[in-house]
């Protein structure tokens, strides 16, 4: 018998999650020495120096386990959004919550919704749990989720609903008004996933955070990371903020010490840096200014981002153009697998990096078109 046939329902026909290529992994392929990587969203300016410094002092006890409860990081956290530290639940990056999430809700016979072109990790965790995924089509030439016919796609079945604001892999964002009318209309049954892991680099009228509302709904999580403008991606470290009902239920089914001792006392001394945090996003604002320019100046259409990345549209299948960057040295983000096969995203790296990327992209251009 085929071991497929002993899994549990969902995991036959489930494709693992599409990696972007890392630099190691070009060098290894092509031989390329000089490689750059604008592929996954990270910070090219670092972590805060201040959390690089309380990693080291603190490998000396690394024979220890961590603090199970995280104790000291959800305080800090919960001081950090004006509330008791039972409303935070840490994760192994904030991938975990969404897997949390979904153990805990989802299951055969029930359905998760979330917009197209949505985090690849919405419909992943759907289907591990053996549920259906509801997915409902955003605006043809905004990109933008319409949040009425989300409203209207509503089932009986839908336990879930998973948004991120901004939207990734698209930077697409709502305004607060508009999120909390479409929040005020999802009946309580639902769990709803607000998915902030690039809330930091938004600088956009109107933009809030829904943590604000947590008190309005019962029903309500927000997640965040440590992995984007705070540059902890490899710590693996996320939390998300909920009324103390959810996050005691998330407690039920979250490992024992899934986030690891050097990774809490980063992320709590990299929530003390507003110093860095501000730089990020400062820099973050130039470079995308920087490609959007560059975009313009070669007649290329791009999706308004909110992010820390940007979405190019070449108006044909892009894979030819990512291959060419490729043996540039080049690595950017394809996102066919998220039903956008005409476009590249792009991470806003530094000046230099954003410059070479525009060099490789206009050889790309010319050898292709």
């Not at 392929?29 to 309380?54: Q, R, V, W, Y």
């Not at 990109?143 to 079945?157: N, T």
């Not at 984007?228 to 903020?241: D, E, N, P, T």
Request: aromatic share 10%.
């Amino acid at each position: 018998m085929p071991l497929i046939d002993l899994t549990a329902p969902g995991i036959d026909g489930l494709k693992p999650y599409q990696f972007g290529k890392s630099i190691e992994k070009l060098q290894h392929e092509s031989g390329i020495t000089d490689a750059i990587k604008l592929a996954s969203n990270e910070n090219p300016f670092g972590p805060s120096p201040k959390a690089l410094a309380a990693t080291v002092a603190k490998l000396g006890e690394i024979s220890f386990y961590p603090d199970g409860s995280g104790c000291a990081l959800r305080t800090a956290l919960g001081e950090y959004h004006g509330l008791d530290a039972d409303f935070i639940t840490i994760g192994n990056g904030s991938n975990e919550i969404l897997e949390l999430v979904a153990r805990l809700f989802l299951m055969p016979g029930t359905q998760a919704m979330f917009p197209q072109h949505a985090f690849a990790v919405y419909p992943i965790v759907t289907q591990a749990a053996g549920a259906e995924a509801l997915v409902v089509p955003v605006g043809r030439e905004t990109y933008r989720v319409e949040l009425d016919s989300m409203v209207s796609a509503l089932s009986d079945q839908v336990r879930v609903l998973f948004l991120a604001n901004p939207n990734n892999p698209t930077g697409t964002w709502l305004t607060a008004t508009e999120l909390y009318g479409f929040i005020s209309r999802i009946p309580p049954r639902v769990i709803i996933v607000l998915d902030e892991a690039y809330f930091e680099y938004v600088e956009k009228e109107g933009y809030e955070s829904a943590i604000r509302w947590i008190a309005d709904f019962p029903n309500l999580l927000v997640t965040r990371t440590f992995s984007k403008i705070y540059g902890l991606a490899g710590f693996r470290i996320g939390y998300s903020v909920s009324q103390p009902e959810l996050a005691e239920l998330l407690n039920r089914v979250r490992q024992p010490f899934n986030t690891n001792m050097p990774a809490q006392v980063a992320a709590l001394a990299a929530l003390d840096d507003d110093t860095h945090v501000q730089q990020s996003r400062e820099k973050n604002l130039a470079g995308m200014q920087q490609l959007e320019s560059v975009f313009n100046d070669m007649g290329l259409s791009w999706i308004p981002s909110a992010g820390n990345f940007i979405c190019v549209n070449f108006n044909r299948e892009a894979m030819p153009i990512y291959d060419t960057l490729l043996r540039e040295g080049v690595i950017v983000r394809p996102v066919a697998s998220y039903d956008l096969p005409d476009c590249l995203r792009v991470t806003i790296g530094s000046e230099s990096e954003n410059k070479r990327f525009a060099g490789a992209l206009k050889k790309a251009m010319q050898a292709i078109f």
